[in-house]
């Protein structure tokens, strides 16, 4: 990828506190140094494990919440300790689109007085051409005029979540952060709802963030992957080499938990060992090696306790942090079968 | 694969005829008598509530006199009626004073939480500790027992516990992503507070007004039984169950017209906050 990068993000890190007052509270690193990049129109996917980090780190991009340490830049400019009318117009820049399609919408206004909120806030528009622009945008997503009257509960989770997408499109942003936008939705209705993002992004040039544990979402839409584990990025690179060619053990446990279906009936799948958090926090050293089946077959060398890995070039044009990427072996056939059978 | 949008449209549906629950039609009856009794009851009886005929003192119902007379040959339905009028406006003048201080209060310690937050309800905590009875007796001692005062003895009885209710409503309000929603979107604090917070307020405050209603017309009898709330001869619910409670044991009839419509109205209100609190869960409605 090549070009000014849209959104820049570097060194972020996010604690949170246990609740209480004073010091003495454990603090939780949600997100440990993390940096990448989104391109113009590019679609970045970013997958883990619950409690990797992942919402976190796009509640921080549109500024739900102040890093503690770090640096988020939109277009060369720093987000933080920006007053009154810039943070608007980046308001206007970044929008969210929630995976909560039921709570994501006040219960006791209708459609239309919600798809008003982003043109009366940002001064878009007013009286009929408010009417006029509410309608295109209904239209845009696949919903009809008519339903501008109703309520949120009423409407389908797929419906919601299409009025979700119109309510983030309104300010026609450059960037959107997608937070498990179909996790919550039917096998069918995803599909729907996916390949509404996979048209908008066409014709708007829109870049983004999408964020969801689901790899199959993942690959159908996004041309790079980043991988988050314990709230470290341990892989980050083009969608194929990622998915076909995995270096760090993580994303390779990761692509070998999906069932791969074989003929003849049965399918394999592999597992990894122990829970997220099994793993203490760890000071120094790889957060992964605790759970990491590479690990143990090196012998359990000391190198991954005690020097923390650090994202470096790895074969196919990605980044991956781990000591021992280079002498991994190839992966399980099974993810060929799983690039295959999609799209 | 191809890309197909599915264009999702749902037929607006005939308007369902609701099935009324015979407890609302019940406690609806009764509000509306109560409220006609307010209205129209003293030209409907026409008499005067402050006339006094001693030579016809503890007269039967019948006559002129629909319902009787009283100690003092009062009309007793117009006594009631006029009373009524009296109970309502304390009623409905305590629930705004506590609504007036409880929503402003809840709102802002449940929205901006921190220190403000823990101030204000340990504030309010010192109130809730404060039996509201003896609130309301401080207030009366302190200015004399009168229509006004006993508004704002109930007024500043109610508002503690309300003021918590909100807030807690308010922190429950905040925490869900359609506020997100809103922040993302840029909308400043008082945007949010207005189209988030406040309309997700309506239902409870809309149950919890006629809650306090059926407790102020509780309370307000209770002070007027105790001598502290409206004094005799002015007629209200309250100094009318003072008034009768003398000759209780040679003329219960008396106590009982004086009882049977606070209950009535009580339970009018009550039933009324039930069927609201059904009606308004927002799952359920559209």
């Not at chain 1, 992966?331 to 999609?342: C, H, K, N, W």
């Not at chain 2, 909100?166 to 909308?187: C, K, Y």
């Amino acid at each position: 990828m090549s070009g000014e990068s849209l959104l820049s993000v570097r060194g972020l890190v996010k604690d949170f506190r246990e609740r209480g007052f004073g010091p003495g509270r454990t603090a939780v690193r949600a997100v440990d140094d993390v940096s990448f990049d989104v391109y113009p129109g590019e679609t970045l996917g970013l997958v883990g494990e619950s409690g990797s980090g992942k919402t976190t780190i796009g509640r921080l991009i549109v500024r739900l919440e102040e890093p503690t340490a770090g640096r988020i830049e939109l277009r060369g400019q720093d987000l933080r300790g920006l007053s009154g009318r810039r943070s608007l117009e980046f308001r206007r820049d970044v929008q969210m689109i929630f995976q909560n399609t039921q709570n994501a919408f006040n219960p006791r206004r209708t459609v239309r007085s919600v798809l008003s909120d982003p043109y009366q806030i940002h001064r878009l528009a007013s009286g009929a051409e408010l009417e006029e622009r509410i309608g295109g945008l209904l239209r845009r997503v696949g919903l009809t005029t008519p339903m501008l009257d109703r309520y949120p509960q009423q409407f389908s989770g797929g419906q919601r979540q299409r009025l979700g997408i119109a309510r983030a499109l309104a300010v026609q942003p450059a960037l959107v952060v997608a937070d498990e936008p179909v996790s919550g939705l039917d096998v069918s209705v995803q599909a729907q709802v996916l390949n509404l993002f996979a048209e908008l992004r066409r014709e708007l040039g829109l870049a983004m963030l999408f964020i969801s544990h689901d790899l199959r979402a993942v690959y159908f839409l996004c041309e790079r992957i980043a991988v988050l584990y314990l709230g470290r990025l341990v892989e980050i690179g083009p969608r194929r080499t990622l998915l076909e060619d995995p270096v760090h053990p993580y994303t390779r446990a990761l692509i070998g938990s999906i069932p791969a279906f074989r003929p003849g009936g049965g399918f394999t799948r592999t597992v990894i060992k122990g829970e997220i958090s099994d793993s203490e926090p760890v000071k120094a050293g790889c957060h992964f090696a605790p759970r990491c089946a590479r690990w143990r077959e090196l012998g359990q060398p000391a190198r991954c306790r005690e020097e923390r890995p650090l994202l470096r070039p790895a074969a196919g044009g990605g980044l991956a942090a781990c000591h021992f990427a280079e002498s991994s072996p190839r992966p399980l056939d099974g993810v060929a079968e799983l690039a295959g059978g999609i799209g | 694969m191809k890309t197909q949008v599915a264009v999702l449209v749902t037929e607006p549906r005939p308007a369902a005829r609701r099935r009324v629950p015979l407890l609302t039609t019940v406690g609806a009856s009764l509000g509306l008598l109560v409220l006609l009794t307010i209205v129209i009851g003293p030209w409907l009886i026409g008499q005067d509530p402050y006339a006094i005929d001693i030579g016809n003192r503890f007269a039967g119902p019948g006559g002129a006199h629909w319902l009787g007379t009283d100690e003092l040959g009062r009309d007793v339905a117009s006594r009631i009626a006029y009373g009524a009028r009296a109970t309502a406006l304390i009623a409905v003048g305590a629930v705004a004073i506590a609504t007036a201080i409880a929503i402003p209060l809840g709102v802002l310690t449940g929205f901006l939480g921190g220190w403000v937050d823990l101030v204000v309800t340990r504030v309010v905590d010192l109130f809730f500790a404060i039996p509201s009875l003896l609130v309301a007796i401080g207030v009366i001692g302190l200015f004399g027992a009168s229509v006004t005062t006993t508004v704002l003895a109930l007024g500043l009885s109610y508002w503690p516990f309300y003021t918590r209710l909100i807030r807690s409503a308010v922190v429950g309000l905040r925490s869900r992503p359609n506020v997100d929603a809103a922040r993302v979107l840029g909308a400043s604090r008082l945007r949010v507070i207005r189209t988030e917070i406040l309309t997700g307020l309506v239902p409870l405050v809309l149950v919890q007004t006629t809650v306090l209603l059926g407790f102020a017309i509780l309370d307000e009898a209770a002070l007027g039984f105790l001598g502290l709330g409206v004094q005799p001869p002015q007629a209200s619910w309250g100094s009318r169950l003072a008034e009768s409670r003398e000759f209780i044991l040679v003329h219960p009839e008396l106590a009982l017209v004086a009882g049977v419509p606070i209950v009535l109205a009580v339970f009018a209100m009550n039933l009324l906050s039930d069927s609201l609190r059904d009606r308004l869960d927002a799952k359920r409605t559209g």
